[in-house]
Nanobody, 124 residues
Framework: LQLVESGGGLVQAGGSLRLSCGDS????????IGWFRKAQGKEREGVAC????????WYADSVKGRFTVARDYGKKQVFLQMDSLNPEDTAIYYC??????????????????WGQGTQVTVSS
């Protein structure tokens, strides 16, 4: 897999962004996909993930109710819809994929494939 994220940028607090994760070679249907973020001076944090088996989703408490992860089968992508953004959401966001785990997890160890990241900046 060669994962590529897109959709990052600068947005004001309260605004929205939609990140996309795709594979240059094909679809991600058979992979669990996790979204992670790394803010300056902080540890990498798992924010959302979606399983490959039944599209079950999990969210970190910090984003629950504001972020939505889902598959776009037409575009062969997984997107992360981010609403009600605040400055604490500022970070580099990464998507990651794993083909062997059941369900999905919000810690990074099981994921074998990672994108290069996309910057999200939320101004106050």
């Amino acid at each position: 897999l060669q994962l590529v994220e897109s959709g990052g940028g600068l947005v004001q607090a309260g605004g929205s962004l939609r990140l996309s994760c795709g594979d240059s070679g094909g679809a991600l249907d058979n992979y669990a996909i996790g979204w992670f973020r790394k803010a300056q001076g902080k540890e990498r944090e798992g924010v959302a993930c979606i399983s490959s088996s039944d599209n079950s989703t999990w969210y970190a408490d910090s984003v629950k109710g504001r972020f939505t992860v889902a598959r776009d089968y037409g575009k062969k992508q997984v997107f992360l819809q981010m609403d009600s953004l605040n400055p604490e959401d500022t970070a580099i966001y990464y998507c990651a994929a794993e083909g062997l785990i059941v369900g999905c997890v919000l810690f990074s160890d099981p994921y074998d494939y990672w994108g290069q990241g996309t910057q999200v900046t939320v101004s106050s």
